[in-house]
């Protein structure tokens, strides 16, 4: 597919996804890389936006750069915006709210802290992405899980064998001390991010190191 091409698959895309008001994104596609500008009036806008490019087919790898901007009559202080996001961490079952911890600094949200898992550091990441007022978020809390796993490589490519989403011959996992590296080259994004999900998914799996490309 011609970068032309894949252009205006992406401009349709984005003009379909009903969360997105895209009059005001600019798409740019080099070798299949996609360049995103603009601006859009929520942080859950942009991610929606970004989320639509990678659905597109030849997308091999995207930068981010639309712009959040808010109405100046409908901007938050730091402090309103700072306990909206412990609030809604604190609503949240599956976030261990008092091991995160949050600050604001011009409408940009830090979160720190650790938990056991990585569903859990997901989980606070996509309360605050819902949130007005949020410009972008800088998600620092680290995967620090209680318990040491035998044989952790093994159970990871078992579980890449079981996905039907993910084609696990030519993908590489290297364990050391938690941290799992993945390398190879697998077709789409979606295959990218099951075969993310399935090593984050291993018990006693403190990082991932994502060297995949997309082919």
Known sequence: MSDLALRQDILDELEFEPRIDAANIGVAVAKGVVT???????YAQKIAAEAAARRVKGVRAIAQEIEVRFPFEKKDSDDEIAKRVADILQWDSMVPHEAIQVSVQKSWVTLTGTVDWQYQRMAAEDDVRKLSGVVGLNNQIKVN???EVPDLQKRIEAALKRN????????????????VTLSGIVHDWIEHDA???AAWSAPGVRHVEDQLSIG
């Open 36 to 42: 995103l500008t603009g601006h859009v009036s929520s």
């Open 164 to 179: 039907a989403e993910v084609e696990a011959k030519g993908i590489r996992i290297k364990v050391l001390d938690g941290t």
């Open 145 to 147: 899980p209680q318990i």
């Open 195 to 197: 075969i993310r999900n």
